[in-house]
């Protein structure tokens, strides 16, 4: 399966900020749609964030909606997810994820999508 690439994890303090990148694997891969998701020790995997690629439209899990914002860079082919106002429950490995499909309805779905990144580790202390 092709992957994705992810970066920009680590660890920072509660309230603080990071921003994860997601890059597909060329200039010509063609992603509808592309989402984040977490999964942290014990726990199933959760979805965090998504967007469509072409329309930008934008969708939220709770827990993190007015803290996190998703976007997209066009040109790139790349997704970002920029996290501030971090809490120690945001900690767990992020992974993005990615479809070619159009009928990607379930956005929030882990199995809506095709690729995923490796994960990269976000951490955040009290």
């Known amino acids: 399966q092709v992957q994705l690439i992810e970066s920009g994890g680590g660890l920072v303090q509660a309230g603080g900020s990071l921003r994860l990148s997601c890059a597909a694997p060329g200039p010509t891969f063609s992603v509808y749609a592309m989402a984040w998701f977490r999964q942290a020790p014990g726990k199933e995997r959760e979805f965090v964030a998504a967007?469509?690629?072409?329309?930008?439209?934008?969708y939220y899990a709770d827990s993190v909606k007015g803290r996190f914002t998703i976007s997209r860079d066009y040109a790139k082919n790349t997704m970002y997810l920029q996290m501030d106002s971090l809490k120690p429950e945001d900690t767990a490995l992020y992974y993005c994820a990615a479809t070619r499909s159009t009928g990607a309805y379930w956005y929030s779905t882990p199995a809506t999508y095709d690729y995923w990144g490796q994960g990269t580790q976000v951490t955040v202390s009290s």
């Open positions: 967007i469509f690629w072409s329309g930008g439209t934008t």
